[in-house]
């Protein structure tokens, strides 16, 4: 019972991801990009939390982290360069 639960949770979860991977492509605005992005990041956790569950062991916790460290920090990478145009602030000596 619980085998079938996590497969039908790991097929609706990729039918997530595809839908963000269609709107990467097709999303009028950068905005909208940025945030199936995020959301990719955030079905890819919950796909790996499925497969520990499905394998059950507890050595895809630090992939998960991983992957949310990742994605937090592409997305305030983002903001930033949306916010100021670049990422990376450099103050030049003259």
Do not use: Q
């Not at 630090?62 to 990478?77: C, E, K, P, V």
């Amino acid at each position: 019972m619980l085998d079938t639960v996590l497969l039908i949770a790991l097929v609706l979860l990729s039918i997530a991801m595809l839908i963000c991977f269609i709107r990467i492509i097709k999303g009028p605005s950068t905005l909208d990009r940025v945030l199936a992005l995020d959301s990719i990041g955030i079905n890819l956790i919950s796909m790996t939390a499925v497969v520990s569950i499905m394998l059950r062991s507890e050595a895809f916790v630090d992939i998960i982290l991983l992957i949310g460290i990742l994605s937090f920090i592409g997305t305030i990478a983002f903001s930033k360069f949306m916010e100021r145009g670049v990422v990376f602030e450099r103050k030049r000596d003259r």
